[in-house]
């Protein structure tokens, strides 16, 4: 259902005058604390002469927010559809102390990949998710060495400057994990190479990729914590 905004309308010389638009629909959600709200209408609207954008303002009503932030609109054949709302404050996700335990890096590259996703940044955020999971395999292969002092230096150095698919294929034993994170390595390369070999599959492909690897390194680790806590049935 469409409604009608009074606009305000800059123009040459310092002439200004208003006129009543069309909007398709207004926010359904605030961007900045991510509540399903009604928005409050400040009464203010403007579109810049020559530019067929239109901004509005608002006001969430949530009490625990009650930021201001503005919609914006683009024009189209029946008037001005719904574009996207500014700030928007990305919504974090949290990783389990287990993935936190194994890598740090992992948890803070991946998300500052997403947070480029959700502000619209996709050739970034791609390469982000895709280092993101070179830090995560190389630390967890690091992380299930039983090699100590130097001979374990040596094996950090070593997987360090190998290439990931490589360290994959030579130092993960769990034939789960070694699938996933190979398929995750392609679509994370499509990411970053010139050319796609994986035309048909998206961010949304990678991310789940990483997730199911997240999966198995996880059940892996906390089945093997398990294994040293409970070796032996108890008489």
């Known amino acids: 259902m469409k409604k009608s905004v009074k606009v305000r309308i800059d123009e040459d010389h310092g002439v200004v005058r208003t006129t009543v638009v069309g909007v398709d629909k207004t926010p359904a959600e605030c961007p900045i604390c991510h509540v399903a709200v009604t928005p409050l209408d400040l009464g203010l609207a ?36 719904f574009d996207s709302c500014v700030p928007i404050e990305p919504i974090v996700g949290q990783q389990s102390p287990t993935i936190s335990q194994i890598s740090p890096d992992f948890c803070l590259i991946y998300e500052q990949a997403d947070k480029a996703e959700q502000h619209g940044l996709l050739l970034v955020a791609g390469p982000g998710y895709r280092k993101a999971l070179e830090f995560l395999v190389k630390d967890y292969i690091i992380s299930e060495s039983t090699e100590t002092g130097k001979e374990l230096a040596i094996k950090k150095t070593t997987v360090e400057k190998t290439q990931l698919g490589a360290c994959i294929a030579n130092y993960i034993k769990s034939e789960r994990i070694k699938e996933i994170a190979r398929r995750a390595t392609w679509l994370g390369n499509d990411e970053t190479h010139y050319v796609r070999r994986w035309e048909d599959k998206d961010l949304k492909d990678l991310k789940k ?15 093997a914590e398990v294994m040293v806590d409970m070796p032996h049935r108890k008489p």
């Open 46 to 81: 403007l579109q810049i002469q020559g530019e067929t954008a239109l901004e509005q303002v608002f006001q969430c009503p949530n009490e625990e927010c009650q930021h201001i932030f503005v919609a914006r609109y683009q024009e189209g054949k029946q008037g001005f559809e």
């Open 209 to 223: 990729l990483i997730s199911l690897t997240l999966h198995w390194i996880e059940i892996e680790k906390l089945t």
